[in-house]
């Protein structure tokens, strides 16, 4: 169970990849953060996996992303 203390995602974080309202920020164990929408966390759901990069959804975007990645994340 991890408990983030990062403030929540508001309307003024963008994605990365499109500038869309961002829905997901990724937190990599190297320190880096990242930011996007539902559209693109989908499509880079399988790299931040592979990074072992920690996910924050907000509340208002709920994606599904989460519970596939509990399924298929690291479980030490
Ligand atoms: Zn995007």
Redesign the pocket.
Known sequence: MTTLTRPELTAADR?D??S?AAGVRALLPSGGELL??G??AREHRDRLIALEAEIQQSDNEMLELDASIKREGPTT
């Open positions: 994605c990849r499109c869309a996007f929408c559209h693109h």
